[in-house]
């Protein structure tokens, strides 16, 4: 659980941070879900103003495509944060960012990579068990338009749920605060990379993106199809192999398919 040392040292570091120094850090002990929370605060305010927003518990907790992210009081960090957008982007990008940020805090903290990928765009998988799950969705009001990013990773192991991985597996000294100063210290750096470097960037993480087979389903049709991840795009789009052609990937519901 969070303590009153531990909010204080989130805060400080909050604070010192240039990216996050102005933004409203919010603490809830539980809640239904920290984006629907955020997303709600958002459209009440008159004037814009970033949000970290953590919950010690949810109970409702979403994933993509209306999935649920179960989360344990003890076992879990789950919050959300807000970042301005234009009407015209969509949310890809941001989403991107916060997958690849989980592997370079993981990374810098000087974890085992070697059994850590990412599911495309932005699940951490560790082997074939997922550790942690990105959710972005847009709030729009009569004076703003901010996505919403909510994060939950496994920090202990869950009980019940044989298919989740945990931080403390590869980095058992790390807790709930030390990771999410380390993901909130790597969003800050990509975020401040310049439009004409993402390309680089994008390929700097390809290989991160494939450690098994994909069953990727068309959202318009349906249509469920067997892929093998073979590269990243100069936009972040997933480039795979189906049935020996390449495809890119841009919006589809995919789940890795291991041997």
């Not at 649920?68 to 991107?96: C, G, I, Y």
Request: glycine letters at 6%; aromatic letters at 10%.
């Amino acid at each position: 659980m969070f303590n009153t040392p531990q909010y204080r040292e989130l805060e400080t570091f909050v604070r010192s941070q240039d990216f996050w120094r102005d933004c409203e850090l919010l603490w809830k002990t539980e809640t239904g879900s920290t984006n629907d929370d955020l997303k709600l605060i958002l459209s009440e305010i008159p004037e814009y103003r970033q949000h970290l927003l953590l919950a010690e518990h949810q109970t409702a907790g979403k994933g993509q495509l209306g999935r649920k992210w179960h989360s344990e009081a003890q076992q879990s960090l789950t919050f959300s944060f807000s970042r301005m957008v234009n009407l015209s982007e969509n949310d890809f990008p941001l989403s991107l960012f916060t997958g690849v940020a989980i592997m370079r805090a993981l990374d810098k903290a000087g974890g085992d990579l070697s059994d850590v990928w990412l599911k495309w765009p932005n699940d951490v998988w560790i082997g074939k068990r997922k550790f942690s799950g990105v959710l972005v969705e847009v709030v729009h009001s009569m004076t703003l338009s901010a996505a919403v990013v909510g994060l939950g990773a496994n920090i202990m192991p869950m009980h019940g749920f044989a298919d989740s991985a945990s931080l403390q597996e590869i980095l058992p000294s790390f807790g709930k605060i030390d990771f999410l100063k380390a993901f909130l210290r790597a969003f800050a750096d990509l975020y401040a990379v310049a439009p004409v470097d993402l390309a680089a960037l994008w390929k700097s993480y390809a290989g991160n993106f494939w450690k098994a087979d994909l069953e990727i389903t068309d959202h318009s049709t349906g249509e469920i199809k067997r892929a093998r991840a073979k590269d990243l795009s100069s936009d972040g789009t997933l480039i795979v192999d189906i049935k020996g052609k390449p495809a890119r990937i841009t919006s589809a519901s995919i789940r890795p398919v291991f041997a």
